[in-house]
């Protein structure tokens, strides 16, 4: 398994203070990086930040950090390990403020590792985001199959997934 989860921060009442990027690969190493915080909260004046309603998003961390969490599991990917699960979650808003290409491309390129990998993203919810086209260029890939999440089938989408990596693979 290679690849990122994104999940909320939150105070000990409840209240959402951000959002956190983790390693998703089961090595134990389990690295991560703060990915937004409140707008309102302080900032390091040298971080390199993009505004997100009420969010501070930190791209280039976020960039940098599925970078080397993407391309650390390719490269021990190799043929001894000819088939792996591939977590993206999530390629959203945040995920995509930043300014170059790279995050796009990087996504890409899980995608195109598809002869060997299964991957199982999260986009947001189709015209939630609709000034984002690199969120409906992954809706409209062939070899996507899209899976809303709803109240019905959320306790059944690990079954789900299941029978599609099975598919895919034997």
């Known amino acids: 398994i290679r690849g ?34 409140p707008a309102d909260s302080n900032t390091k ?21 599925a970078s080397d969490v993407l391309t650390r599991r390719l490269l021990l990917s190799s043929s001894d390990q000819p088939r792996h699960l591939v ?6 808003a945040m995920q ?15 995608f195109e590792d598809s002869g060997s990998a299964f991957v199982v993203g999260t986009i947001p919810k189709e015209g939630l985001h609709s000034n984002l086209p690199f969120i409906e260029e992954l809706r409209n890939r062939n070899d996507v199959e899209v899976i809303e999440v709803t109240v019905e089938n959320r306790d059944s989408l690990v079954e789900i997934i299941w029978r599609s990596i099975i598919k895919k693979f034997y």
């Open 96 to 110: 995509l403020t930043h300014s170059s290409d790279a995050f796009e491309d990087l996504m890409r390129s899980q």
């Open 87 to 92: 977590v993206l979650d999530e390629i959203g």
């Open 4 to 37: 990122y989860l994104t999940v909320e921060l939150k105070e000990e009442e409840g209240k959402r203070i951000g959002f956190k990027s983790i390693d998703a690969s089961l090595n134990g190493a389990c690295q991560s990086v703060v990915l937004a915080t």
């Open 45 to 65: 004046s040298d971080e390199i930040i993009n505004k997100l309603g009420r969010w501070n998003v930190y791209t280039d961390d976020a960039e940098t950090f």
